[in-house]
Nanobody, 118 residues
């Protein structure tokens, strides 16, 4: 079982930046960030595979960057040019299975970190 602990969320003004971190107890082939806003379904934000290939939701392309430091067992999400609609609980996930990391089903989840843009 992979344990995931997110940090870095908070309150930021529109146009601002945040960097989310996810400390993991191990690395898996697929890792990603997801968000859930109140009253809405969980959404994919970005994923990264073991080769460093990334994929992003259209809504965050050009603004968010997913990366990982294997030596530190940490996954990151750099969020720039934040918008009020980016406000949500952000979750780190690992262990995606399926034909691709982006569309895979993830097995391990963190507790989430709140991002509020206002």
């Amino acid at each position: 079982h992979v344990q995931l602990v997110e940090s870095g969320g908070g309150l930021v003004q529109p146009g601002g930046s945040l960097r989310l971190s996810c400390a993991t107890s191990g690395n898996t082939v697929c890792m990603g960030w997801f968000l859930k806003a109140p009253g809405k379904d969980r959404e994919r934000v970005a994923t990264i595979d073991s080769n460093g290939s990334t994929r992003y939701a259209d809504s965050v392309k050009g603004r968010f960057t997913i990366s990982k430091d294997n030596a530190k067992n940490t996954l990151y999400l750099q969020m720039n040019s934040l918008k009020p609609e980016d406000s949500a609980m952000y979750y780190c996930a690992a262990g995606g299975t399926g034909s691709s990391c982006y569309w895979g089903e993830y097995v391990h989840w963190g507790q989430g970190t709140q991002v509020t843009v206002s």
